[in-house]
């Protein structure tokens, strides 16, 4: 993790901070906030794949329908 990078605290409960504490200890994590920083920068990169699912052909097929509905021009 880059250490320049300016950070914000987030607060959790206790009860699920000792739940990743345990699961740090068992990883390559050197610390609970690089764990929960990879968690959190692995679902945000999944996110953006997903917003990216439609391929070209798929958009244009929905345009298409679309059109033939009356909701396009």
């Given at each position: 993790?880059?250490?320049k990078?300016?950070?914000?605290?987030?607060?959790?409960?206790?009860?699920?901070?000792?739940?990743?504490?345990?699961?740090?200890?068992?990883?390559?994590?050197?610390?609970?906030?690089?764990?929960?920083?990879?968690?959190?920068?692995?679902?945000?990169?999944?996110?953006?794949?997903?917003?990216?699912?439609?391929?070209?052909e798929?958009?244009?097929?929905?345009?298409?329908?679309?059109?033939?509905l009356?909701?396009?021009?």
């Amino acid at each position: 993790m880059k250490d320049k990078e300016e950070k914000r605290a987030v607060s959790l409960p206790a009860e699920l901070y000792s739940k990743i504490e345990e699961r740090v200890n068992t990883t390559d994590f050197s610390s609970v906030e690089e764990y929960v920083t990879f968690i959190l920068e692995e679902v945000i990169k999944e996110e953006n794949e997903e917003e990216k699912a439609f391929s070209k052909e798929d958009e244009e097929e929905v345009k298409k329908r679309l059109k033939a509905l009356g909701y396009l021009e």
